[in-house]
């Protein structure tokens, strides 16, 4: 069906603008972020054509010498932990989700959706006043039980998707052969998962380092998470433009590979109505 | 469904999954249930984050919600943001989706370039765009200037710092609208599509009549998760506007927060959140629902 009559071509033409018009929109934020962490301090705020060889590492250096790391780490520490944890908890659980005959699934469903859905200042406000009283302000122990709120109704959710999609009748048949329960699920339903796994643990991992909310009440300056810390760069008077490009080029960039990854199983993972 | 061999009782492997579930159920029960239990409680109370309480305990926080100019003003500018970014998100994730799809050899960079915007964290992009809307600053004014154009500056009035956190949300997730819309095409299958022209459809019509029908369950289900999500907008208010100019831009949840963080009154942010709760669990029963429905 290719026909190339003018009006056709007229239209590619169309689509072809919009595209690019879209590309840019896309593009000019990334590429702005990236110019920005390179430009000398004293020129940032001319324009880019009238200093174009203002370049300098200076940003990344000092970014380097702060207590930007730190945070990173935290924010890895933090992340990692609580997944890992909402991942042994909730792996099981998908799996019996997907495949018991259990009733009150639907309130199941109903609840996960809630709880990560609900707004994070319902949660953070008696969490807060929890912490304050137990001493679990500024920990890792605090921080991390805290995420679990974000992780484990995300990756029960995922799991129970993804363990939907494997056929009842291969764990049947494992338990057929003689199998318990538990080698059904270690030996054959979880490695048939495993990519819905990869991607639950991903997108746990991610919601946990986005997280600016829940950081930013209950952490001071130990085991500050990067989201908050990159406010330090800025204060009552000035804005440290050059580093917080280049502390918001260290936010993504170590995600970016896990969003490539994960990019297919995102749409499975999060509403297994609509298949990828 | 075929009628099942029963490999041992039934009831035995029902056991083994109760099992499974139990740790997850636990742990939801203390990393979730306590707390939202906790807010309830002292949605009802009086406490204050200084003064403490006097455990009084009543409606008055809700009473006094129902009055509350400051909340309705929140209010609006929480449903401005949510439709307009919804609107602008789907609307631009599904032009791009239905692009990439015309798109021969699946051109897989273009899908990565487009979503690169959803791998920065939310922070992040309001830094940004906080950067480009900061006259002095931004290259849009820049690059304006050198025609004489002088762009206003968006920040100052309540229109334009609604609009800038509306391109920042926009923004960065587009592309989660773009994939699930994506998915969904990809998943129609092409000959529908010739059996259209066969009986004699024009390219426009087979789109609206039997592309876009098959689309609908993919935009429910974007516009439901982003419309959600816009509830909770914080950390672009939070660094692009600090809820001014005024509180002209003061969401719901960040609404929220000030009262109990900013001005201790722990007790009205709670019965804030709590009303923000009960809309979103009503909205994630019809997403429950609609789940339920396309997967069954």
Known sequence: MIDNTSSFRVKKAFGVTIMLVLLFFAALPTVWVLIMSFREQAEIFEPIWESPLAVTLDNYRGIARSDFPKALLNSFICAGSSTLLAMIVGVPAGFALAKSRLSGKFYASWLLLLLRMAPPVGFVIPLFLLYVNAGLIDTYFGLIVAYMTLTLPLIVWSMWNSFAQVPDELIEAAIMDGATLGKAFLQVALPAARPGAVAAAILGFLIVWNDFFYALIITRSSTVTAPVAVMNFISYDSVDWGSIAVASIALTLPILPLMVIANRYIVQSLSGAVKG | ?296
């Open chain 2, 1 to 296: 469904m075929t009628s099942k061999p029963q490999p041992r009782a039934t009831a035995e492997l029902e056991r083994g999954y109760r099992n499974m579930l139990l740790p997850a159920v636990f742990a939801v029960g203390i990393f979730a249930i306590v707390p939202l239990a906790g807010m309830l409680a002292l949605s009802f109370s009086d406490y204050h984050l200084i003064r403490g309480t006097n455990w009084d305990f009543g409606f008055k926080n809700f009473v006094r919600l129902v009055s509350d100019k400051r909340l309705m003003g929140s209010v609006y500018a929480m449903s401005v943001l949510s439709f307009f970014g919804v609107l602008t998100q789907v609307l631009i994730g599904a032009a791009i989706a239905v692009g990439l799809s015309k798109i021969v050899g699946k051109w897989r960079l273009g899908r990565v370039l487009f979503l690169l915007p959803y791998a920065v964290p939310h922070v992040a992009v309001a830094l940004i765009w906080l950067s480009l809307f900061t006259p002095t600053l931004s290259p849009i004014n820049a690059f304006f200037d050198l025609f004489g154009i002088t762009v206003p500056s968006f920040l100052t009035t309540q229109n334009g710092a609604l609009f800038a956190i509306v391109m920042a949300d926009t923004w960065t997730n587009f592309p989660f609208a773009m994939l699930i819309i994506l998915a969904a095409l990809q998943g129609i299958s092409p000959d529908l599509d010739e059996a259209a022209a066969l009986d004699g459809a024009t390219r426009v019509q087979s789109f609206f009549y039997v592309t876009l029908p098959l689309l609908i369950p993919a935009f429910l289900m974007v516009t439901l998760f982003r419309f959600i999500d816009s509830l909770k907008h914080f950390p672009m208010i939070f660094v692009m506007t600090k809820g001014g100019p005024g509180r002209s831009t003061q969401a719901t949840n960040y609404y929220a927060y000030i009262q109990t963080f900013q001005n201790s009154n722990v007790a009205y942010g709670a019965a804030i959140a709590v009303t923000l709760f009960i809309v979103a669990a009503i909205i994630s029963f019809y997403v429950a629902r609609l789940n339920q429905r396309i997967t069954s």
